[in-house]
């Protein structure tokens, strides 16, 4: 999703309520472009800040919750990697104004696959952020 079409889905949010699932749709596109320097860095790229300002206005415009979920590719600091960049997330989204309260973060390593691969290229696919709603 280029830039334009991030301001444009910008745009669209305010000027329709949209439904939980068309939220969460909005939300999963996000989120697949928020990005790090590199698979092992802490360091967000610079475009993934004005991804993370569109997914915050998302967020403030209801009361609910949401958990920051972050997975790993790689087994090697799975753990501590993925919880790190989970909370990292979660601080930039209260720098940005979306109470405490309303959000949780966890790291979930490289227990929650979503594709079982042989290659490097497909398995970075598992690499990835996730916000969710809390029912």
Same mark, same amino acid.
């Given at each position: 999703m280029k830039i334009e079409n991030l301001k444009l889905t910008i745009v669209l949010l305010f000027l329709f309520r949209l439904t939980y699932a068309q939220k969460n749709d909005i939300l999963d596109k996000l989120c697949h472009k928020v990005r790090f320097l590199n698979s092992k860095s802490l360091v967000l790229e610079k475009n993934s800040h004005l991804v993370l300002d569109s997914i915050c206005n998302i967020i403030k415009k209801d009361s609910l919750?949401?958990?920051? %979920?972050?997975?790993?590719?790689?087994?090697?600091?799975a753990i501590e990697k993925t919880k790190n960049r989970?909370?990292?997330? !979660? @601080? %930039?989204?209260?720098?940005r104004g979306v109470k405490k309260s309303r959000l949780n973060s966890i790291?979930?390593?490289?227990?929650? !696959? @979503?594709?079982?691969?042989?290659?490097?290229?497909?398995?970075?696919?598992?690499?990835?952020?996730?916000?969710?709603?809390?029912?």
């Open positions: 919750n949401y958990i920051v %979920e972050s997975h790993s590719a790689t087994m090697q600091n989970a909370e990292l997330l !979660r @601080k %930039e989204l209260i720098k790291g979930h390593g490289v227990s929650k !696959r @979503k594709f079982i691969c042989t290659t490097r290229v497909c398995n970075m696919q598992n690499e990835r952020i996730e916000i969710k709603r809390i029912d």
